[in-house]
């Protein structure tokens, strides 16, 4: 059985970075048929897709989010990891990593639905 | 970015009763990018519903799928108490991730 387990900080200052792992067990991350990817989900409210990573290191990134957000991917652990920059108190929430299966269409790489996820790990951004 | 509605807000219903929830979108999507999940208090989401129809592995046939277009609707034949919850449908046809819609929020009544 497939999980994915985030580990990380739990409380981050304001303008620093906040740095998420997510570890994969019960299956490969190397897998050709999925990408991984992080969703958040501030207190109290609805879900945020982040960005996702392929194990080759190709990524998609939420556009408003874009210039803050980077992924990253180790075959060699079986992780993947998010890196948020200046972060705010906006960007307290709790973070998820999923797999997702995808497809290419004439718009590109889509991730079509999220069927594995952790269980979440809430990050509050506070002095 | 395509921007998914869901209604109503909050469902009263007692158990036994049928749920039916809308997600509507601002822009035509495609059904195969049209999923559903459901999501209980201090729990991840859990999928239920993909290619707008489909019942992912271990969903009772008591929750279906169904629509196209712009208009996908979510259907609870008969809620059982472990049903309450809140559903969330997500669209990701025309970029990677999609987007989420707000969530309808199934209680009992």
């Known amino acids: 059985q497939l999980q994915l387990q985030e580990s990380g900080p739990g409380l981050v200052k304001p303008s620093e970075t906040l740095s998420l792992t997510c570890s994969v067990s019960?299956?490969?991350?190397?897998?050709?048929?999925?990408?991984w990817g992080w969703i958040r989900q501030p207190p109290g409210k609805g879900l945020e897709w982040i960005g996702s990573?392929?194990?080759?290191?190709?990524?998609y990134y939420k556009s408003s989010l874009k210039s803050r957000v980077t992924i990253s991917v180790d075959t060699s652990k079986n992780q993947f990891s998010l890196k948020l920059s200046s972060v705010t108190a906006a960007d307290t929430a709790v973070y998820y990593c999923a797999r997702s299966p995808f497809s290419v269409t004439i718009f590109g790489v889509v991730t079509r639905y999220f069927d594995y996820w952790g269980q979440g790990t809430l990050v509050t951004v506070s002095s | 970015e395509i921007v998914l509605t869901q209604s109503p807000g909050t469902l009263s219903l007692s158990p036994g009763e049928r749920a039916t929830l809308s997600c509507r979108a601002s822009q035509s999507v495609s059904s195969s990018y049209l999923a559903w999940y459901q999501q209980k208090p201090g729990q991840a989401p859990r999928l239920l519903i993909y290619?707008?129809?489909s019942r992912a592995t271990g969903i009772p046939d008591r929750f279906s799928g169904s629509g196209s277009g712009t208009d996908f609707t979510l259907t609870i034949s008969r809620l059982e108490p472990e049903d309450f919850a809140v559903y969330y449908c997500q669209q990701s046809g025309s970029s990677p991730g999609g987007t989420f819609g707000q969530g309808t929020k199934v209680e009992i009544k």
């Open positions: 019960g299956g490969s991350i190397s897998s050709s048929t999925y990408y």
């Open positions: 990573i392929y194990y080759s290191g190709s990524t």
């Open positions: 290619g707008a129809s």
